[in-house]
């Protein structure tokens, strides 16, 4: 998403020659963003971290069934 921001910048310019009149056009394009992106890292960064303390909770409880299966 921030790679997004980054490389959807651009801008340039146009020049249009018309028979009367020559019309100079700017163009700037740039992605901003919104409360959406910043709820979408928040959620993803709590999954990660939800993520790893289940997957510790299940490494312990693996453990002492191996451990009360060899006894």
Same mark, same amino acid.
């Given at each position: ?6 490389? +959807?910048?651009?801008?340039? $310019?146009?020049? /249009? ?11 700037? #394009?740039?992605? #901003?963003? =919104? /409360?959406? +992106?910043?709820?979408?890292? *928040?959620? $993803?960064? $709590? =999954? *990660? /971290?939800?993520? %790893?303390?289940?997957? %510790?909770? %299940?490494?312990?409880? &693996?453990?002492?069934?191996? $451990?009360? &299966?060899?006894?």
């Amino acid at each position: 998403m921030v790679m997004m921001c980054v490389s +959807f910048r651009y801008g340039f $310019t146009l020049n /249009i020659n018309l028979f009367f009149a020559v019309l100079n056009v700017d163009l700037e #394009e740039i992605v #901003e963003p =919104s /409360i959406g +992106f910043y709820l979408f890292m *928040l959620a $993803t960064i $709590t =999954s *990660l /971290i939800f993520t %790893h303390i289940m997957v %510790h909770y %299940h490494r312990k409880v &693996e453990e002492l069934k191996i $451990t009360f &299966e060899n006894d």
